[in-house]
Structure formats: C-alpha cells, structure tokens
Nanobody
C-alpha cells in the first residue's frame, strides 16, 4: 500500500508562488499515475493536474490553473511536485496528492491512494 505525504503548503500573498511536494513510501511509485486535487471550504474536491507513470504525459490542467501551475515527478526520489505561480485568493484550499489511477484522469474516483493534504492560503 502506498503512503503519500504532502508538504510545501503555507500562506502567501496574491501573485506569489509555492511548490508542493508529495513523497510516496512505495518503491512501485514510479509505475503509478498520480494527480493533485484541491478542496476549498464548502466546495467539492476538484482535480487540478495529473501525470503519467514516467512523467512524460500530463493531462490537461483544469482551466482555472492553466499557465500558472506545473505538475512534475522525480521517480528517483519517489516524489510528485506541483509548482504554483501567480497564486490567487481563489486558489486557497487543501491540496491533496493521489496515486494509482488506472489512467490519466482528474476524477477523484479513479485514484486509490490519498495523502492527508497540505493547506494553501492566498491572501489578497
């Protein structure tokens, strides 16, 4: 079973940047499709970005983060990343990484393993 631990969240002013990391415990991590999701208070969890097992293919980003967020992974370090630039107050949410989807997807129902989340707060 894969254990996922997110880090890198925090508080930042609008226009700032953060880099989220998700460390995976399982050495089969490199064979898994992975994604980043977020959930703001009172809202449904939404998919943000997803990447295939070797990092060569990225699912189209959700519209609200296009050209601002970049997903990547380092299989040698068993780590998934989300670089977030030009942050906006509406990006405020708990961010989760997820693993073990059957295919590239931004649907939370496709993923079997989830981290505990890291909070991102963007002030105006």
């Amino acid at each position: 079973q894969v254990q996922l631990v997110e880090s890198g969240g925090g508080s930042v002013q609008a226009g700032g940047s953060l880099r989220l990391s998700c460390a995976a415990s399982d050495n089969t991590y490199s064979s898994k499709y992975m994604g980043w999701f977020r959930q703001a208070p009172g809202k449904k969890r939404e998919g943000v970005a997803a990447i295939d097992s070797d990092g060569s293919t990225i699912y189209p980003y959700t519209d609200s983060v296009k050209d601002r967020f970049t997903i990547s992974k380092d299989n040698a370090k068993n780590t998934l990343y989300l670089q977030m630039n030009s942050l906006k107050p509406e990006d405020t949410a708990m961010y989760y990484c997820a693993a073990d989807a059957r295919w590239l997807s931004l649907s939370e129902y496709e993923y079997n393993y989830w981290g505990q989340g890291t909070q991102v707060t963007v002030s105006s």
